[in-house]
Nanobody, 121 residues
Framework: QVHLEESGGGLVQPGGSLRLSCAAS?????????WSWYRQGPGKEREWVAR??????TDYSEQVNDRFTISSDDANRVYLQMNSVKPEDTAVYYC???????????????WGKGTLVTVSS
């Protein structure tokens, strides 16, 4: 079983910065094929925010392009650097990892439980 846990959420003023982290924990991880961040704002549907592949290729939604940066490390962690935040960035942020377990041929998607980001003055 793979457990993903986000951290770093909180209250930030408009124009400020925040860095989210997400760690995948399991003794059986062979590789993480890609990571994504999603978010769900109050009264809104969940939406995709950013993605990074195992090779380091990144992609962003139009809403966050040029403001957010996704990155990952070799310790099964992914980050989301949020700059120039806006009130409309207020949401619960979820990380998703496509994790390949030792002995399996393909990866499976695992979700964290989310971390709340509130952008307000």
């Amino acid at each position: 079983q793979v457990h993903l846990e986000e951290s770093g959420g909180g209250l930030v003023q408009p124009g400020g910065s925040l860095r989210l982290s997400c760690a995948a924990s399991s003794e059986s991880i062979f590789s993480i094929n890609w990571w994504s961040w999603y978010r769900q704002g109050p009264g809104k549907e969940r939406e995709w925010v950013a993605r990074i592949t195992g090779g380091g290729v990144t992609d962003y939604s139009e809403q966050v392009n040029d403001r957010f940066t996704i990155s990952s490390d070799d310790a099964n962690r992914v980050y989301l650097q949020m700059n120039s935040v806006k009130p409309e960035d207020t949401a619960v942020y979820y990380c998703v990892g496509n994790v390949r377990i030792v002995g399996e041929l393909h990866g499976q998607d695992y979700w964290g439980k989310g971390t709340l980001v509130t952008v307000s003055s």
